[in-house]
Structure formats: structure tokens, C-alpha cells
């Protein structure tokens, strides 16, 4: 089955600095690639998502890579503010139709963002 | 629409008791997700139904975990007996799959599992 690593699993930055996270995924079949927010205490919430036949995607100050070929797709925040602390998972999934109905999600470890005044 | 709806938010029992998590969809979309969230295993899918039914339950733990759809705004995660070892947040999740395309899984707000 899919496998998804992510790195780091803890990040610390300034406010106004840029966060970086990394996620690399095993099943090359995986097309949908998908950042998931939470807040502590709360629900995992989308923030921006990307399919495989897009190479970039840009939310004013979030933006998502995709390196198909090799196998890893990364999650940019700029101008990070203290509201962006929250731990953030990135994803992965088959394409539906291959997987017999509905888009099984398999999640990384998690990164706890902390953005420092 | 009211989102994802859990119940019971927290729950406490012993080990050995039956307990039951419930879970009602987003009016409309057709395929829901249970997953168990730790410290130590991140985010972890259970099982997952399309069309009220079940389409990999290969996450499942182990026997004492069942998990049950019987119509498409309604969803049961049970564990019986449970163990200390199954401390943890619970989420149901739900989606609307059509074909090929994907969309967003939109999360309820978790049950909170304690078993001492």
C-alpha cells in the first residue's frame, strides 16, 4: 500500500518568515496530493490540495509543489503569522476508479508549525 | 448544513465495556471515512465506505473493532471489548466521489475515547 513520510515533524520560525514541509510518497499511481490543517483540540481542515497533472498551486501565501518523478510534494507558507501555528498533514490517494469508489486518503506524520513573535 | 456530526464527543469507560461511536455524513456525499487518531500512530484510517458500503477495512485493529453503515446518513464505529491501548480521538469523515474525480473530505469534529 501507499506510504507517505513527512518531514520535519516539528518546525519553528519567525513571524514574516518563510515554513517549509516535505512529503515524499511511495505508490507512483497516486495522483492526489492534499494539506490538511489542525488546530489543537480541533478537526483536520483542507487548505489546498493538488492533482497530479498540475506541477504548482498557489493560495495567496500557501503555495504546494508536486515532483511527480520523484515521488515528493512540499507545502509552502510565506509571511507565516502566529494564526498558521497548528499542526499540518499532507496526503496522499489512488485515483478513485482504481481503488473501487471513494478516495482513500493516506496521511503523513504531521508537522507541528510553531511561528514565534 | 451543520458538517460532520459526532457522538459522543468524550467518552469514558472501562476496559471491557462495548462502546459505540456514531457518525452522520454531509447530507449528499457518498462515501465516509472513520479514522483514529495518537500521539504515537499520527492519523490512521479504520475503514472506509462507499455507497453505505464498505470498501477497505484493512486499517481495522483487529476483531474488536466493527464498523457498520446501514444507510447512507449513518455510520457506527463499535469496539468491543475495549482496551487502554484504544485511547484516542476518533474522526469521521465524509466525501462526494463521482468517477474519477476528487474532492474534499470534510472532517467532524472527533470523539474523544478514553478507556482506563
Known sequence: GENVEQHPSTLSVQEG????????????ASNYFPWYKQELGKRPQLIIDIRSNVGEKKDQRIAVTLNKTAKHF????????PEDSAVYFCAASIRPSLMGGGNK????????????? | DAGVIQSPRHEVTEMGQEVTLRCKPISGHNSLFWYRQTMMRGLELLIYFNNNVPIDDSGMPEDRFSAKMPNASFSTLKIQPS????????????????????????????????VL
Not at chain 1, 507545502?75 to 503569522?81: A, V
Not at chain 2, 480521538?89 to 474519477?100: E, I, L, N, P, Q
Open chain 1, 17 to 28: 518568515d518563510s515554513a517549509v514541509i516535505k512529503c515524499t510518497y511511495s505508490d507512483s
Open chain 1, 74 to 81: 512540499s507545502l509552502h507558507i510565506t509571511e507565516t503569522q
Open chain 1, 105 to 117: 486518503l493516506t496521511f503523513g506524520t504531521g508537522t507541528q508549525l510553531k511561528v514565534e513573535l
Open chain 2, 83 to 114: 482496551e487502554p491501548r484504544d485511547s484516542a480521538v476518533y474522526f469521521c469523515a465524509s466525501s462526494f466521489t463521482s468517477g474519477s474525480s476528487y474532492n474534499e473530505q470534510f472532517f467532524g469534529p472527533g470523539t474523544r475515547l478514553t
